[in-house]
């Protein structure tokens, strides 16, 4: 099993940033991708940035630049940052992650953003 776990959320201000860790650990060889989705209020989660075991990335349209996922291989962990914070960025975030030739998806607990006008 992979065990994921973000953190870095946090109330911030309109037209601030703000960066996102997502640490995981457990049996993380064979990771193919590390992604961060995100689900606000009343709205399905949804996809924000991917990173593959590659190092390739893609990300969701509405992101248009402001968010960059990366990842540091020697501490497990991946992040997302994001620049010039809407209040429609509030959501609360989760990292998820999947193994090759292995099915089940991974999931952190989510981690608060909340923007305030």
């Known amino acids: 099993q992979v065990q994921l776990v973000e953190s870095g959320g946090g109330l911030v201000q309109a037209g601030g940033s703000l960066r996102l860790s997502c640490v995981a650990s457990?049996?993380?060889?064979?990771?193919?991708?590390m992604a961060w989705y995100r689900q606000a209020p009343g709205k399905q989660r949804e996809l924000v940035a991917r990173?593959?075991?590659?190092?390739?990335?893609e990300y969701a349209d509405f992101v248009k630049g402001r968010f960059t996922i990366s990842r540091d291989k020697s501490k497990n962990t991946a992040y997302v940052q994001i620049h010039i914070l809407k209040f429609e960025d509030t959501a609360v975030y989760y990292c998820?992650?999947?193994?090759?030739?292995?099915?089940?998806?991974?999931w952190g607990q989510g981690t608060q953003v909340t923007v305030s006008s």
């Open positions: 457990g049996e993380i060889s064979g990771v193919q991708y």
């Open positions: 998820k992650s999947q193994r090759i030739n292995d099915p089940t998806q991974y």
């Open positions: 990173i593959w075991s590659s190092g390739n990335t």
